[in-house]
């Protein structure tokens, strides 16, 4: 069954150090969001991501986070500057529906970030 | 007020029972999801629904929305320790494609 992989599944950085999270979505999906979830609250939208640009972006993803799709396969997640409250799980999710058409949207198994 | 709303925040049952989870939005849900979450894990998705009166089952888990899309259920037919983990809905309550909103989980244990 194919999957949305994340990795590294957990990473430690120290505060202010540049941060990188990659996925690879499902093959013939076009439409990529990252997601987090800081421990113990609600999953909240970063940022989504079509044809090369960012569709939507959430008052959480500043000038800090940036995404890019580097290949034709890895979608990462930037944090140029990390802070103590970037602390979370990232997820990264694809989905093969256009915009407005509500379809199966995959998560992956996230990427663990601890800032110390 | 919560966007949206999921209730119980937990649940522990015992092996075999029936059980619901309800999830609630004052604004209209134009797609709702249903994910499984282990604790510290990943999001496995369950079910999507979109349509208002709409039902899907899958296995022993079937998901309804309301004809008025502002409440969606998730229903558990004879619990196996196997179901349990953490269920969250997560909607698109902004007409917008797929940046979910989700609720706050809720927490299903079960009992051998």
């Known amino acids: 069954e194919p999957e949305v992989t994340q990795t590294p599944s957990h990473q430690v950085t120290q505060m202010g150090q540049e941060v990188i999270l990659r996925c690879v979505p499902i093959?013939?999906?076009?439409?990529f969001y990252w997601y987090r979830q800081i421990l113990g609250q609600k999953v909240e939208f970063l940022v989504s991501?079509?044809?090369?640009?960012?569709?939507?972006k959430s008052e959480i993803f500043d000038d800090q986070f940036s995404v890019e799709r580097p290949d034709g396969s890895n979608f990462t997640l930037k944090i140029r500057s990390t802070k103590l409250e970037d602390s979370a799980m990232y997820f990264c999710?694809?989905?093969?529906?256009?915009?407005?058409?509500?379809?199966?949207?995959?998560f992956g198994e996230g990427s663990r970030l601890t800032v110390l | 007020s919560q966007e949206l709303e999921q209730s119980p925040q937990s649940l522990i049952v015992q092996e075999g029972k029936n059980l619901t989870i309800n999830c609630t939005s004052s604004?209209?849900?134009?797609?709702l999801y249903w994910y499984k979450q282990k604790y510290g894990e990943g999001l496995i998705f369950l079910m999507m629904?979109?349509?208002?009166?709409e039902e899907k089952s899958h296995e022993k888990i079937t998901a309804k929305l309301d004809e008025k899309k502002q409440q969606s259920s998730l229903h558990i037919t004879a619990s196996q320790p196997s179901h349990a983990g953490i269920y969250l809905c997560?909607?698109?309550?902004?007409?917008?494609?797929?940046?979910?909103?989700f609720g706050g989980g809720t927490r299903l244990m079960v009992k051998p």
């Open positions: 991501f079509y044809n090369n640009e960012i569709s939507e």
């Open positions: 629904l979109q349509k208002g009166g």
């Open positions: 093959s013939n999906h076009l439409y």
């Open positions: 604004k209209t849900l134009y797609g």
């Open positions: 997560g909607a698109d309550i902004r007409n917008a494609g797929n940046m979910l909103t």
């Open positions: 999710a694809s989905i093969s529906q256009p915009r407005g058409v509500a379809g199966e949207l995959f």
